[in-house]
Nanobody, 114 residues
């Protein structure tokens, strides 16, 4: 059983920054993939960024150049640094991994005001 706990969300003005954290209850050293997803009201959940155990990362086109995903295996934590935030980034952000079965965190709200 894996528990993922997100933190770092909040209210920020457009152009501002936030750093989200996702702390896992177990070692993530062997987790091949971890990702951040988001869901805005009325929209489907969508991939924001993902990172492999080897450190390869990829991003949705809408966040490329503004967001950076990273992982610290020693701290069992994945981060999402979000810069130059826009009102359209407003959503609940979820951490995700799959160890043979999917695990989701409870989500953290990010609100970007114009």
């Amino acid at each position: 059983q894996v528990q993922l706990v997100e933190s770092g969300g909040g209210l920020v003005q457009a152009g501002g920054s936030l750093r989200l954290s996702c702390a896992a209850s177990v070692s993530i050293f062997s987790f091949n993939y971890m990702g951040w997803y988001r869901q805005a009201p009325g929209n489907q959940r969508e991939l924001v960024a993902g990172i492999t155990n080897g450190g390869s990362s990829y991003y949705a086109d809408s966040v490329k150049g503004r967001f950076t995903i990273s992982r610290d295996n020693a701290k069992n934590t994945v981060y999402l640094q979000m810069n130059s935030l826009k009102p359209e980034d407003t959503a609940v952000y979820y951490c995700y991994t799959d160890t043979g079965r999917p695990y989701w965190g409870q989500g953290t709200q990010v609100t970007v005001s114009s």
